[in-house]
């Protein structure tokens, strides 16, 4: 079965450079969401979209951006980067929106900042 | 605001060992999700299992058990006869209802050793 796609999966940049990180979700799934997960932490939640609409915000960065497209893939825009933004990003999908939703995940795009 | 409190930052077993991770969640809504995901070294985020908040049911799938106490908000993992191929981190995560972003919390990295 298709899983959700990411791209890159490494991604290496130097400070103040931006970066763009895209995510196909599942076929039929209309929910897209972005985690960061630093070193050792636990994923943080960024930004989700449904339908093609923000949906719900986190503690995404000014600095971050993120649309989802009419074919419902997203992707992040990262400017300005910080040697903090260093991490592992997670893209997941899911259908519909609600508590109850199980979340795939990508495999996840790694950035390191120099 | 939800939280989930994964107190055991690593636990290191030798193969066959059953052991117990634990997780505590604290959330104001009735209805609400609890989930876990095993995060293995290739870093991608793998469903293993939701509960929601009426269904106090302990579930079991082959070597994996869960044990959810409403009462003290609780909803622990149980791996019997653990495996090095058991070794990665997991992570419990909490959705409410009316803000279904799960929240998860720093997991419990599990070392299997041979």
């Known amino acids: 079965a298709a899983g959700v796609i990411q791209s890159p999966r490494h991604l290496i940049k130097e400070k103040r450079e931006t970066a763009t990180l895209k995510c196909y979700p599942i076929?039929?799934?209309?929910?897209v969401y972005w985690y960061q997960q630093g070193p050792g932490q636990d994923p943080q939640f960024l930004i989700s979209f449904y339908e093609k609409m923000q949906s719900d915000k986190g503690s995404i960065p000014d600095r971050f951006s993120a649309q989802q497209f009419s074919d419902y893939h997203s992707e992040l825009n990262m400017s300005s980067l910080e040697l903090g933004d260093s991490a592992l990003y997670f893209c997941?999908?899911?259908?519909?929106?609600?508590?109850?939703?199980?979340?795939?995940f990508g495999a996840g795009s790694r950035l390191t900042v120099l | 605001a939800q939280k989930v409190t994964q107190a055991q930052t690593e636990i290191s077993v030798v193969e066959k060992e059953d052991v117990t991770l634990d997780c505590v969640y604290e959330t104001r809504d009735t209805t609400y999700y609890l989930f876990w995901y095993k995060q293995p070294p290739s870093g991608e985020l793998v469903f293993l299992i939701r509960?929601?908040?009426?269904?106090?049911q302990n579930e079991i799938s082959g070597r994996y058990s869960w044990n959810f106490q409403k009462s003290t908000s609780s909803f622990n993992f149980t791996i019997t006869a653990s495996q090095v191929v058991d070794s990665a981190v997991y992570f419990c995560?909490?959705?409410?209802?009316?803000?279904?972003?799960?929240?998860f919390g720093r997991g419990t990295s599990l070392i299997v050793h041979p």
């Open positions: 076929p039929r799934h209309d929910t």
């Open positions: 997941a999908s899911s259908y519909g929106e609600g508590g109850a939703n199980v979340l795939t």
């Open positions: 995560a909490l959705s409410e209802e009316g803000s279904y972003i799960p929240t």
């Open positions: 509960r929601n908040s009426f269904d106090e």
